[in-house]
C-alpha cells in the first residue's frame, strides 16, 4: 500500500475545498501517468503537468471568486438564512460534486441537506421541494447541461 501526500492544508470550514481539489489533483497525478502506460501503440501528448498545476491552482481561483463576489453571496445567503433543509442536484460525473456540496452544507451550516441525482428527481423527492427549500443544481456547460 502506497500513501500520497495530498499538501491540502488544515480542514476548517469552507477551506474544505481544499482537501477535495487536492483529492482530485493526486488522483489524476496517479491515474495519468497509468493511462499513458495503457496505451501501447498510441502516441499522445502529455499533458498532465498543465492540468495538475491548474488543479493546484483551483483554490486560490475560489478564493478570489469568493471575495470579489462576497456582498452578492451575502445577498443569497440572506435570502435562504430560514431554510431548514437544501437539496443538491447532478446528474453524470457533477452528482459526486453535488454530494460533496450537500456534505459541506451540512459541516458548515447544520442544516439538513442531501445530493441527488438529477435524473432522478421525478421519481418523488420533487414533491418535498417547498418555497423555503434551496435546490441547487451542479452542472457543467457540456453534453450533460441541457439534460438538467
Known amino acids: 500500500m502506497h500513501n500520497t501526500c ?3 492544508g488544515w480542514r476548517s470550514g469552507w ?3 481544499r482537501r477535495a481539489v487536492a483529492g482530485v489533483r493526486s488522483l489524476i497525478s496517479w491515474s495519468m501517468p497509468l493511462g499513458m502506460m495503457c496505451r501501447w501503440g498510441h502516441t499522445i501528448q502529455w499533458r ?3 492540468l495538475v ?3 493546484s ?3 486560490n481561483k475560489i478564493e478570489d471568486l469568493i471575495r470579489l463576489n462576497e456582498t452578492k453571496i451575502i445577498e443569497i445567503a440572506k435570502g435562504y438564512r430560514f431554510a431548514h433543509h437544501c437539496l443538491f442536484l447532478g446528474r453524470g460525473y457533477n452528482y459526486p460534486v453535488a454530494l460533496e456540496g450537500a456534505l459541506k452544507m451540512k459541516e458548515i451550516s447544520y442544516i439538513h441537506a442531501e445530493g441527488y441525482p438529477a435524473a432522478e428527481m421525478k421519481h418523488g423527492p420533487i ?3 417547498d418555497h423555503l427549500m434551496p435546490v441547487v443544481f451542479v452542472a457543467m456547460k457540456d453534453s450533460i447541461y441541457d439534460k438538467v
Do not use: F, V
Open 48 to 50: 498532465g503537468r498543465e
Open 57 to 59: 491552482s483551483l483554490p
Open 6 to 8: 495530498k499538501w491540502s
Open 127 to 129: 414533491a418535498l421541494i
Open 15 to 17: 477551506r474544505n475545498c
Open 53 to 55: 498545476l491548474a488543479l
